[in-house]
Every structure is written in structure tokens, then in C-alpha cells.
């Protein structure tokens, strides 16, 4: 079956503090991945995404995920983090045929302490 | 439109009735997809959408639930029987590939 997993449920940071949220896949196929944030009080934004080709992908407000094949990993990364990051961040996968349906890992919760 | 809408946006419901979510996707894609998040389930597939047919309704929890598109453009999720699991925030998005989600339906079911 497939199914995307995140291995932390919340996380506390400072300002500044660097930042790494784990997601791994299990599918049968070739995958398009993704990660959401959704801000409080508003809807699942796209962060980024990787479809093909180098593998580190960067996205908006200075995010990036390594697409590590072997270990089935996407991991999401900033090295410096803003209180303005505090949110629940989501990795989803999609296989690229049939209906490209998201599956979601569980979120994990960012809290942000100035 | 510029993005994908739904309404209402909020929807409060006694157990037993029936309930209609709309959402008017990006004009002109026509990929729909519809989606729940709820606290014990997260973010979970319902229905897939390509022009007006439905290929993919294998996220659909029960009967009671249903959807339809027309035109190509506007779908409808129709949740009959409406019981207190089906409390949620009930999302749809469009284009394939990246997925833009709308603001999103909050059912909250009594």
C-alpha cells in the first residue's frame, strides 16, 4: 500500500535555529513528491516539489527538500528558521500515472519560539 | 478564477441531514480533486475528477457519500445521512501534478 510517513509529530525551534522535518515514502512506482505548509487559520500552501532531476529542490521562503532515492527520504530543510514559520507542514506523494491522487504523511507541527 | 473556491465556507449541520459543498475549480483545468483533513484521519483522498467523469472514487468513506461535476467546471460533494465522523474540513483542489487546494468547507456535524 502507500503511505508517507513523517517521523516527528511536533517540533520547537528558536529563531535561527536550523531546521529538518523527515518524511520517507513507500510506493510501487515512480513519485512526485511535495511538501505543504498550512499557516494558522489558512489553507495548504505548496512549499515545493520534486518530479525529476537534481534532487535537491529549493521553494519559497528559503526552503529546500533532498530527494534521497535509496532511502525513500524527502526531507525538508532551512537553515535558519522565523517565528513566521511556524505552521503544520505536510509531505505528500503522488504517483505520476492514473489519477496522481495525493497521499499525505500525518504533519508535523512547527512551533516557533521568538 | 484566479484559484480554486468553495462554499460555504463553514457548515453546521444536525446528524441525519443531508449537506451540498461546492467548489469552483481553476477555470479551465480539468483534473478536480477532493479531499478531507479531520483530527483522527489527517488529510485523506475522496474523488478524483477529469472533465465530468470520476475515474478514481476509491477515498469515498461510505454510500453516503457522493459527487458530481459538471460542465467540466463546478463539482459538488453531497454527504447524505450526515453523521458526527463526517465533522471535517472538506478540501478541493485542481491541476494535476501541483495541486492547488481552495480555502476549504468546514462541516461540523451535531
Known amino acids: 500500500a502507500q503511505s508517507v510517513s513523517q517521523h516527528n509529530h511536533h517540533v520547537i525551534l528558536s529563531e535561527a535555529a536550523s531546521l529538518e522535518l523527515g518524511c520517507n515514502y513507500s510506493?510501487?512506482?515512480?513519485?512526485?513528491l511535495f511538501w505543504y505548509v498550512q499557516y494558522p487559520g489558512q489553507h495548504l500552501q505548496l512549499l515545493l516539489k520534486y518530479f525529476s532531476g537534481d534532487p535537491l529542490v529549493k521553494g519559497i521562503k528559503g526552503f529546500e527538500a533532498e530527494f534521497i532515492k535509496s532511502k525513500f527520504s524527502f526531507n525538508l530543510r532551512k537553515p535558519s528558521v522565523q517565528w513566521s514559520d511556524t505552521a503544520e507542514y505536510f509531505c505528500?506523494?503522488?504517483?505520476?500515472?492514473?489519477?496522481?491522487?495525493?497521499?499525505f504523511g500525518q504533519g508535523t507541527r512547527l512551533t516557533i519560539n521568538p | 478564477g484566479a484559484g480554486v473556491s468553495q462554499s460555504p465556507s463553514n457548515k453546521v449541520t444536525e446528524k441525519g441531514k443531508d449537506v451540498e459543498l461546492r467548489c469552483d475549480p481553476i477555470?479551465?483545468?480539468?483534473?478536480l480533486y477532493w479531499y478531507r483533513q479531520s483530527l483522527g484521519q489527517g488529510l485523506e483522498f475522496l474523488i478524483y475528477f477529469q472533465g465530468n467523469s470520476a475515474p478514481d472514487k476509491s477515498g469515498l468513506p461510505s454510500d453516503r457519500f457522493s459527487a458530481e461535476r459538471t460542465g467540466g467546471s463546478v463539482s459538488t460533494l453531497t454527504i447524505q445521512r450526515t453523521q458526527q465522523e463526517d465533522s471535517a474540513v472538506y478540501l478541493c483542489a485542481s491541476i494535476p501534478n501541483e495541486q492547488f487546494f481552495g480555502p476549504g468547507t468546514r462541516l461540523t456535524v451535531l
Open positions: 505528500a506523494a503522488a504517483s505520476i500515472q492514473g489519477a496522481q491522487k495525493l497521499v
Open positions: 510506493y510501487g512506482g515512480t513519485v512526485n
Open positions: 477555470s479551465g483545468h480539468t483534473a
